[in-house]
C-alpha cells in the first residue's frame, strides 16, 4: 500500500476514535448513504488534473459463465439477499419503493416489454410496442396465449389496470408523475374528474392503444408515461386501490409472469420460488430458487462457504477485496445503471398539488457552498481504498453506458481542497469565532446535518471521511440523527422532507430510460433536492420534445441539461459504479449482458448442493 494510503488510514482511525466517544449524541458525526464513503483526507496531495477520470473498469470481468459438469434434474437455485434490514415484501412493480423488493420480484417478473443492448423496446418480449409519431399514439400488442402463473390468460385488462392504480386518487405509491400525466386523460382522472383515463383504448383482445400529450424518443425506451408491467386484473380489480398496499394478492400470494412463482414468504427474512409451470418461454429447468436476507457483514463467508449460489442483484463492491480469491465463483461485472451522489435539501414536496417548491431560506440554498462541498470530496481515493476502482468518479448525472447521451467531456466535481477554500472565502463563509469552523455570511454557526445510510463498518468508514474531507475545508458536518440511518427509514425521512436533514448521500438506478425528468421534474416524487426552476423545466422538456426524436437535438439537449446541473449543483454525481455477480461453479451457465437473450427459465446446475472455497 502506497505510503499516501497509509496516512489516510492512520488519520482515519484517529478520527474514527473521536467519533465513536460522541455517537449517540446530537453532535456526533458519522456517516453517509448507500454509497457508503470514507476517509479522512489526504494530507498534502498534489492536486489532480482537471481532467474526467475514465469509468471503471470492465474488461478483465467475463459477462458470461459457463461452468463445466452435466446438469441435474430440477434443483433449487440458492440466492442471497445482502441487506442489514428486513425487505419490506410489496411485490407489486406500480407500490414498490426500494430496490430490495425489486431484487426479488426479478425472479418473478411481471415485464411486458424486452430491450435491445440500446435499452430500445425490441419484438422479444410478450409484448411489442408501434409509436405512432404523427398523432402522439403507441399501439402494444401482446402475444397470443401467454398465461398467468395461476393459469388464467393475459389480457388487455392486465395491460390497462397499472396506469388506473398509478393514476387514481386513492394511490399509495410514487409513480404518479409528470411522465405519468403525459397520458391523455390521467389528470382528469386522477383529479376524480373522470372515471377512467380516456387516452387508453381496448382495441381488441391483444391490442391496446394510448394516447399522449406528446412523444419523444423517450419512448422507445419505455419513458413518456409508457408502463412496462402487467397487474391481474382477475385477482385486483375487486380490491379497492387504497387497500392495496396491505392485501395478501400483493404481500403474500401474488401471481406472476415470470419464470417462478411466490411459493412461501418469511416476512423480511425469505422467499421460496417454484416453477411457474404456464411460463410464456416454457417451465424453468430448476424446481425452485430460495432467496434468504443476508447481513452484509456475512454474506462473503456465505458465498465462500457455499450456502448460495449467487447474490440477488449484484453484491456490494466493498465485498470485493473478500470474495475475490475464492475458487468456487466466477465474477461477473457490467457497468451499472446508475450513479451515486450528494444531494442539497433546498424545499418540500407539495403533496397536494404534487409539485416540488424550493425554500428561498434553506440552509443549503447558497449555490457556492453547494459547489464547496463538491469539490471538497475525495471520491477518488474513496474508489481506491474502498473499491478497489470497481467505481469511477462521476462527471454527470448520465451513466456511460448510455453512450449516444454520456458526455466525458464535462468536468464535473473533481477533488481540489485549494477550490473549494476559494470558493468558500469569496461567498463570505468565514471562522469568525476561532473555533475552526466557518460561520455564514451573515455571521452566524452553521453546522450541516447529513442523513446518511447504515451498512456494514465500511459504511461508517466512510461517512467520517466524507465529514472529514469537510472539515478540512471548514465546514461543520455531522450526522441528522447522531447515527447512520436504516435503509427503510432513511428513504422515508429524505421522501417526506424531514427538517434535521440538510444533505444526504444515495444513489439512482436509472432504468433503461436516459430520460432524467421522472427523477428531476417538478412534480416528480423522486425529485428529492426538491429543487426547481424555469430553466430546469425547460430543459427537461427539450430532452423529451418531439424535436427530440432528431438525435442531435436530443444529444444537445442532454449536454446542456448536464451542464446546468453542474453549475446549479443541487445534486453532485459521486461515482459510477460497476456491478458484480458471483455465480457458483455449479451454475451451467450464466450471462449478465445487457444485450442478451438468456433468462431464468434456463439455468441449471451441476450438484446438489453449492461448491465450497478451499480458500
Not at 45 to 67: G, H, Q, R, Y
Request: proline residues 5%; glycine residues 8%; charged residues 25%.
Amino acid at each position: 500500500m502506497s505510503k499516501k494510503l497509509w496516512a489516510l488510514l492512520v488519520i482515519l482511525l484517529a478520527f474514527m476514535l473521536v467519533l465513536g466517544a460522541c455517537k449517540g449524541s446530537e453532535n456526533s458525526s458519522e456517516g453517509n448513504t448507500e454509497t457508503t464513503p470514507k476517509e479522512t483526507e489526504k494530507e498534502k496531495e498534489e492536486k489532480p488534473e482537471e481532467k474526467t477520470e475514465e469509468p471503471a473498469e470492465t474488461s478483465e470481468f467475463p459477462l458470461i459463465v459457463d461452468n463445466e459438469g452435466e446438469a441435474i434434474k430440477g434443483g433449487t437455485l440458492k440466492v442471497a439477499l445482502g441487506t442489514d434490514s428486513p425487505f419490506q415484501g410489496i411485490f407489486s412493480w406500480v407500490l414498490y419503493e426500494d430496490g430490495y423488493d425489486a431484487d426479488i420480484m426479478a425472479y418473478s417478473s411481471n415485464a411486458i416489454f424486452a430491450t435491445d443492448g440500446d435499452f430500445l423496446v425490441n419484438d422479444k418480449g410478450i409484448a411489442t410496442l408501434e409509436v405512432d409519431q404523427a398523432n402522439n399514439k403507441a399501439i402494444v400488442k401482446i402475444r397470443e396465449g401467454v398465461k398467468w402463473s395461476d393459469g388464467e390468460p393475459l389480457k388487455i385488462e392486465d395491460l390497462i389496470l397499472p396506469y388506473l392504480i398509478i393514476g387514481h386518487p386513492d394511490y399509495q405509491g410514487i409513480r404518479y408523475d409528470g411522465d405519468f400525466q403525459n397520458i391523455v386523460g390521467a389528470v382528469e382522472y386522477h383529479d376524480g374528474k373522470a372515471d377512467t383515463i380516456s387516452g387508453l383504448k381496448k382495441i381488441d383482445e391483444t391490442t391496446l392503444e394510448i394516447s399522449f400529450q406528446k412523444l419523444s424518443p423517450a419512448i422507445f425506451s419505455v419513458g413518456d408515461g409508457l408502463w412496462s408491467y402487467a397487474e391481474p386484473n382477475h385477482i385486483l380489480k375487486d380490491i379497492p386501490i387504497g387497500q392495496l398496499l396491505e392485501s395478501d394478492a400483493v404481500r403474500k400470494n401474488p401471481v406472476t409472469l415470470g419464470a417462478f412463482k411466490i411459493d412461501k414468504i418469511v416476512p423480511g427474512e425469505s422467499v421460496q420460488f417454484v416453477r411457474n409451470e404456464h411460463y410464456w418461454k416454457g417451465p424453468a429447468k430448476l424446481d425452485g430458487v430460495l432467496l434468504k436476507a443476508v447481513p452484509s457483514t456475512s454474506i462473503a463467508a456465505a458465498i465462500q462457504s457455499g450456502e448460495y449460489d449467487m447474490t440477488a442483484g449484484s453484491l456490494p463492491a466493498t465485498k470485493y477485496p473478500e470474495v475475490k480469491d475464492f475458487d468456487n465463483i466466477t465474477i461477473l461485472a457490467q457497468p451499472e445503471l446508475s450513479y451515486s451522489y450528494l444531494g442539497f435539501k433546498l424545499g418540500k414536496f407539495d403533496t397536494v398539488n404534487g409539485i416540488s417548491v424550493m425554500d428561498p431560506n434553506a440552509k443549503m440554498g447558497d449555490v457556492k457552498l453547494r459547489q464547496a462541498m463538491g469539490y471538497a470530496l475525495d471520491v477518488e481515493q474513496v474508489n481506491e481504498v474502498y473499491y478497489d476502482n470497481l467505481r469511477s468518479r462521476a462527471n454527470s448525472l448520465i451513466p456511460p453506458v448510455f453512450k449516444s447521451f454520456y458526455d466525458s467531456s464535462l468536468k464535473g466535481y473533481y477533488y481540489d481542497k485549494d477550490k473549494a477554500i476559494e470558493i468558500l472565502d469569496g461567498a463570505g463563509y468565514k471562522d469568525t469565532d476561532g473555533d475552526g469552523f466557518r460561520e455564514t455570511p451573515k455571521g452566524e454557526k452553521l453546522e450541516i446535518k447529513m442523513a446518511g445510510m447504515a451498512g456494514d463498518a465500511i459504511a461508517e468508514e466512510m461517512a467520517a471521511f466524507w465529514m472529514q474531507n469537510w472539515a478540512d475545508v471548514g465546514l461543520k458536518v455531522v450526522l441528522s440523527t447522531g447515527r447512520l440511518i436504516e435503509f427503510q427509514t432513511f428513504y422515508d425521512k429524505v421522501e417526506v422532507d424531514d427538517p434535521e436533514i440538510d444533505i444526504y448521500m444515495a444513489a439512482w438506478g436509472t432504468g433503461t430510460n436516459p430520460s432524467p425528468a421522472g427523477l428531476y421534474g417538478k412534480n416528480a416524487a423522486f425529485n428529492f433536492s426538491r429543487f426547481t426552476t424555469p430553466e430546469l423545466d425547460a430543459l427537461l422538456t427539450a430532452i423529451d420534445s418531439p424535436d427530440a426524436f432528431d438525435p442531435a437535438f436530443r444529444a444537445n439537449a442532454f449536454r446542456e441539461w448536464q451542464e446546468y446541473m453542474e453549475e446549479n449543483a443541487q445534486v453532485i454525481p459521486t461515482q459510477f459504479r460497476t456491478a458484480i455477480y458471483t455465480i457458483n461453479d455449479r451454475v451451467k451457465h450464466y450471462d449478465v449482458n445487457y444485450d442478451t437473450e438468456f433468462d431464468l427459465n434456463e439455468v441449471e446446475l451441476t450438484a446438489d448442493a453449492p461448491a465450497k472455497s478451499t480458500k
